[in-house]
């Protein structure tokens, strides 16, 4: 089969591949009809995330048809179409059960780097380092799935793929970040970075109560997206802007109520401190360029929420610890806990409340999409959010 394969850092290739096989009894085979490059995909194309291992199949959002089922899975059978989230859990474990499951204890068995790292080690997740399991991602033609009784949500409907494909990732987790930012009935909420997470978290604080949504980026076509949404946009790559003060400005001089860190460990910004973030993480002295939740951390009021569904890989620099205690935040942050938001936001889609596709500006083949990795780190050709086919051939020249 096809695959799109990690090289190295910033090396991407399309390579035949072995099919994958049943492993355990309880895996199930997909054959995947729609898959997506997520943001996210692109710190292990910049080499921000360690333990990737050449040949590793990239892919974390993807649904598709049930191809084969182990023998212990007793809710799927070959031609049920799904969405897969991209955490995997088991079920079973503490953390399954008090519905953390981006926290699941039993699916990443390279467990003991991330503790070595962290303490203690998250979900296994798709196509995302040896760190978080080494399992194969979905920017392929097949992919095996493990515990497939627990995470694949079945669509019953005849929603078109490309409406229900991002409930594997982001649609959930920019609503898991609203939700993590105690949004109140006319809160203002600022939200740094409008990529997908982004825009969807904008989405889903208007569907939680926010009266204002402040959106803050500095790509045209991403803040057009923003505003369609109803945010107020605020670019801070124009000459004199400040968002520190634009927040300030627009709030009354006192902040907004809510703050989502939509960006993570490669904030940009036309600051000094962007200068020297980009030095430290160049010479090895830092993981993280931490721009904007320094600046989030600073712009919200006080007492305030900070959500942060951006991510975030080691030890951060000058993070503004003491502001965040002097002013009473509340700070929430991880992985999306998939399985609580699954189902909900798929009645949301089918009652027509949102039409996820909004976001959608390319749509590639597998061999097309080393370059479109490119495409996106750069940010150009407009590039909001790209869904591939894995089965389409690419046009000729």
């Not at 191809?67 to 474990?93: H, M, W």
């Not at 926290?103 to 991330?114: F, M, S, V």
């Not at 929420?305 to 620099?317: F, K, Q, R």
Request: a negative charge; one cysteine or more; glycine letters at 10%.
């Amino acid at each position: 089969m096809k695959a799109v394969c990690w090289m190295g850092k910033s090396k991407i290739e399309t390579l035949n591949v072995p099919d994958p096989a049943l492993l355990n009894p309880h895996d199930a085979i997909l054959k995947i009809t729609k898959t997506a490059i997520c943001g996210s995909d692109l710190h292990l194309f910049d080499g921000f995330i360690p333990t990737m291992e050449q040949g590793d199949i990239l892919g974390h959002e993807f649904m598709g048809i049930v191809e084969e089922v182990g023998r212990d899975v007793t809710n799927l059978k070959r031609g049920d179409r799904v969405v897969v989230p991209f955490t995997i859990s088991c079920g079973n474990c503490l953390f399954c059960r008090k519905q953390l499951w981006s926290l699941c204890d039993n699916t990443n068995p390279n467990a003991h780097i991330a503790e070595t790292l962290d303490g203690y080690t998250p979900s296994g997740l798709f196509g995302y380092s040896h760190m978080l399991g080494g399992y194969a991602g979905g920017q392929a033609q097949y992919v095996r799935v493990p515990f497939a009784n627990v995470g694949p949500l079945k669509i019953e409907s005849d929603l078109p793929d490309e409406k229900v494909l991002f409930l594997s990732d982001i649609f959930p987790t920019g609503y898991m970040a609203a939700e993590n930012a105690n949004i109140e009935e006319g809160d203002t909420v600022a939200v740094w970075g409008c990529g997908p997470v982004g825009l969807f978290a904008i989405s889903s604080a208007f569907m939680l109560g926010a009266a204002r949504v402040i959106a803050i980026d500095r790509f045209p076509e991403r803040l057009e997206l923003a505003r369609k949404l109803g945010a107020i946009t605020v670019d801070y790559s124009e000459e004199d802007v400040s968002v520190l003060t634009a927040l300030k400005d627009l709030t009354g001089g006192i902040g907004p109520d809510c703050a989502i860190d939509a960006v993570g460990m490669e904030a940009h910004s036309n600051d000094l401190q962007y200068v020297y973030d980009k030095v430290k993480t160049a010479l090895f002295m830092e993981t993280d360029r931490p721009g904007v939740l320094r600046q989030a951390i600073i712009g919200v009021r006080k007492g305030g929420t900070l959500s942060i569904p951006g991510v975030y890989g080691g030890l951060l620099d000058k993070v503004p610890f003491g502001a965040a205690m002097n002013k009473g935040l509340t700070m929430k942050m991880g992985q999306t806990h998939m399985q609580k938001y699954m189902k909900p936001l798929l009645e949301r889609i089918e009652k027509g409340q949102i039409d996820p596709t909004f976001l959608i500006s390319h749509r590639i083949t597998l061999d097309e999409a080393p370059e479109m990795y490119k495409i996106w780190r750069d940010k150009k050709d407009k590039v909001t959010k790209i869904v591939i086919d894995p089965w389409a051939e690419k046009k000729a020249a």
